[in-house]
Structures are given as structure tokens and as C-alpha cells.
């Protein structure tokens, strides 16, 4: 495994663009199946009420944001979540609290039933909890958790000037419980909070110092919400969206990198350019956290468009996958389907039309 010098990660970052895209496609190529996308669904299983300070965060307390509060879900409603997701060709559910730390009580017991029933549904589960303990981190692993998101988000430096409720050390310590458990640890960050590309390039330093280092990188550009200390944030440039992810691509080869939060301000030839780069994973579905997220049938009609299937559950292995060959049109323009065990999608010309038919439906259910 190499280990990169912040110089070096530089350098990648500020390749001429295209050089940097092809570079980071060899990579992806050379380790990944490029013609596969994880769709993954986020769950706000508690919302809002956060004590903590994250300034890019709609869900702390103190910021006076638009957004509708929430207990924690009950079993039924998380299982009715997982089956749309499912539905849509998910094979990944991320449930988010909006706690700064998960504590010892009857809320942490019924994560734990959550975490059981997706787990059951044959689906990749997540959580994002906030800070755990070692021991929390085992009880969670034991109920079938197959993955724990607990972003870096910035450079140190930079970390201070975000939070200051707590501390990068915090963070790290959390990654560190989570690995000790035997999870798989999903750790990234966000793009167009203010800092220097300096700090985009120190955050992945330090992810790629972990070791084992992160199965998966979220890379998430800033979606400013109006009452935040960052809603006047302009949006991030979709070049530099794409430099972030090819260059994550090419420090952490084996990694999953996440097309996560902002994809409503991208274009789909923005995030085609991302797929090409790298990015092996987009969240689906209307809404992230609290915030919107593309329409689910116009991402699948993106794949469609790009010739990307949907990845099954369990199967990401970090092992390089031989070059694909034959033309990926050819297969792109066949009517195809996306099964999985319990669950069909039809692919196929005719999409558009029954896309439409299955939104009105889905949203009167
Ligand atoms: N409370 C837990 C924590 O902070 O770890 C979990 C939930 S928190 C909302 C999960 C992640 O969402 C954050 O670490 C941050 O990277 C991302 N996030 C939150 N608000 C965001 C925003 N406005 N734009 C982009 N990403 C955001
Ligand atoms: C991650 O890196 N991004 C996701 C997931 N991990 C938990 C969260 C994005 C949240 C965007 C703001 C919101 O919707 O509240
Ligand atoms: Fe709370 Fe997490 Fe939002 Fe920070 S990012 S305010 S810890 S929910």
C-alpha cells in the first residue's frame, strides 16, 4: 500500500483536468467493475435536535433551519423504508441520528432492532450514529451492521473552524471503535465549506493513513441550507467535484467513492464525468437527510443512459476485475433486467413512459 506525502496528493489534485480523469479511470478500471454504481438510500431514522455546532448542519438545534424535527422511527416505519428502497433498486440503507454520540438506553436497543430488520432484508446496512464506543460499536456489528459513516469532512486545520463542539481526535477515535468491531468503516468528507484545496488534499491524507483504510469515501459538496452559518455559501464547481473524486480514486484505489450529498445542482454529464472518474455509489431517493436529492426514476434513467447497473448487495470485493472488452453500448441498448432476489426492475426503451407511471404511484402509496 503506498503512502502518500501531502505534495503528492497536490499534485494529483491540480493534473489538467482530463489527464486526471483518464488517470483516475485506469485506477477505477484496474480495481472495479466501471459499468456498476451502488445505489444506496439514506434514512433519517432520528431528525434534528443535534446539540452539536457543525456549521454546514441543518439538523443542530441552535441554527434556526426549516426542517420537520423527529423522534426516533419505529421498526414498521424503517422496514416500509428499506422495501421502497429496495423497490428502487437499492442494495445499501444508511439510517442517520442526529445525536452527537449514541448513549446507553432503550433509543440504542431499538437501533439495534433496526439494524436486524434491514439486515434481514438482505441489504447492505449503515448507520450514522454519531460518536460510539468500542462496545456499542460490537453490539452494533452483532445485530448485522455492515457498515459504520463517520465523516472526517476537512482537513484538521480546517475541522476547527467548522465544529467546535468537538474535536478531529474525537472523530478519529471514533473510526478507530468502529474498526476494532470488525465493521467496515465509510469515512469522507465535504467540498465548498470555504476551505483550500490544501485541506481537501490533508482530509484525504489522513483517510488514506488509516489503516486498514475506509472500504468506502463519501464525497459530499456542501448543499448550503438557509439558517446555517454556510447558507451563503456559493456552490461548489462541478470541476471540482469531479478533481475530489478522481483524486480519492487514485490515492484510495480500493475504496468505494460515494457521489454523495449536492448532486441536485449537477448536471448529468457533471456526474457522468464523476462516474468515469470513480465514483462507484450515488444516494437515491427524494430526499438525503432533510434536504432534496434528485428524482429516483430520472437516476435510473441516467443509468440507462450510461449503460451503469445497479450493484448487487455484499459484492464489492477490493480485488482488480479484468477490462471490459466488448463495447458497453451494445449491452446498454439490449432490453435488459435489474433483478435481485425478491425484486425486479424492468430496463428497457420503453422506461421513460413507465417511469412516469411508477412516480405517480409511488407517491400515492
Ligand atoms: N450526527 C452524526 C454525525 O455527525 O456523524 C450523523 C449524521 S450527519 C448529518 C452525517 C454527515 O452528513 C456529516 O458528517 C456531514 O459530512 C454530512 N452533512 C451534513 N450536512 C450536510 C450538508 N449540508 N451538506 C453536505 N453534507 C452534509
Ligand atoms: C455522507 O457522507 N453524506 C450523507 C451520509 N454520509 C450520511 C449525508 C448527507 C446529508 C446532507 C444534508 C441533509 O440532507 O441533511
Ligand atoms: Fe449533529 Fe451530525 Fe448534524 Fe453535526 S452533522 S449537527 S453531529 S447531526
Known amino acids: 500500500m503506498k503512502n502518500w506525502t501531502l505534495e503528492e496528493i497536490l499534485d494529483i489534485y491540480n493534473t489538467p483536468l482530463l489527464e486526471l480523469v483518464y488517470k483516475a479511470a485506469t485506477v477505477h478500471r484496474a480495481n472495479h467493475d466501471p459499468n456498476e454504481v451502488q445505489i444506496s438510500t439514506l434514512l433519517s431514522i432520528k431528525t434534528g435536535g443535534c446539540p452539536e455546532d457543525c456549521g ?19 421498526v414498521e416505519q424503517v422496514r416500509t423504508a428499506a422495501e421502497r428502497a429496495k423497490g428502487l433498486g437499492s442494495s ?12 446507553d438506553n432503550e433509543e440504542f436497543d431499538r437501533v439495534l432492532d433496526l439494524v436486524k430488520t434491514v439486515n434481514s432484508m438482505d441489504m447492505e446496512v449503515c448507520c450514522t450514529l454519531g460518536m460510539v464506543t468500542e462496545n456499542q460499536a460490537r453490539k452494533l456489528a452483532d445485530a448485522g451492521l455492515y457498515a459504520y459513516n463517520h465523516n472526517l469532512d476537512t482537513s484538521e486545520e480546517y475541522y476547527k473552524e467548522v465544529i467546535s463542539t468537538r474535536g478531529y481526535e474525537d472523530r478519529l477515535k471514533t473510526l ?27 482530509m484525504l491524507l ?4 488509516l489503516t486498514p483504510r475506509p472500504e468506502s469515501v463519501p464525497i459530499n459538496a456542501l448543499v448550503a441550507v438557509e439558517g446555517t452559518p454556510m447558507e451563503e455559501q456559493k456552490p461548489v464547481p462541478i470541476w471540482d467535484m469531479i478533481r475530489m473524486v478522481a483524486t480519492t ?20 454529464e457533471g456526474q457522468a464525468l464523476c462516474f468515469m472518474a470513480g465514483a462507484g455509489s450515488i444516494f437515491a431517493g427524494d430526499k438525503l437527510l432533510t434536504t432534496p436529492n434528485p428524482d429516483a ?14 450493484r448487487e ?5 477490493c480485488k482488480p476485475q479484468p477490462a471490459k472488452q466488448e463495447p458497453v453500448l451494445a449491452e446498454a441498448e439490449a432490453p435488459q ?25 409511488l407517491k400515492e402509496k
Not at 445499501?92 to 448513549?103: I, P, T
Not at 476494532?180 to 470555504?194: D, E, F, Q, R, Y
Not at 475504496?255 to 449537477?266: D, E, K
Request: proline share 4%.
Open 337 to 361: 433486467k435489474w433483478s435481485r432476489p425478491g425484486h425486479v426492475i424492468e430496463r428497457n426503451v420503453e422506461y421513460t413512459k413507465k417511469g412516469k407511471e411508477k412516480r405517480k404511484a
Open 297 to 310: 426514476f430520472e437516476d435510473l434513467e441516467m443509468f440507462h443512459q450510461l449503460g451503469l447497473k445497479p
Open 56 to 74: 454546514y448542519c441543518p439538523q443542530a438545534a441552535r441554527y434556526h433551519t426549516d426542517i420537520e424535527t423527529n423522534d426516533l422511527m419505529t
Open 92 to 103: 445499501r440503507l444508511c439510517m442517520g441520528a442526529a445525536w452527537r454520540d449514541v448513549k
Open 206 to 209: 489522513t483517510l488514506s493513513q
Open 313 to 317: 448487495p455484499f459484492t464489492h470485493a
Open 176 to 202: 478507530d471503535n468502529v474498526r476494532k468491531a470488525n465493521l467496515t468503516v465509510c469515512s469522507g468528507g465535504i467540498i465548498g465549506m470555504g476551505e483550500a484545496v490544501e485541506d481537501r488534499c490533508k
Open 249 to 268: 480514486r487514485i490515492v484510495m484505489p480500493g475504496s468505494v467513492v460515494r457521489l454523495s450529498a449536492g448532486r441536485t445542482s449537477m448536471t448529468q
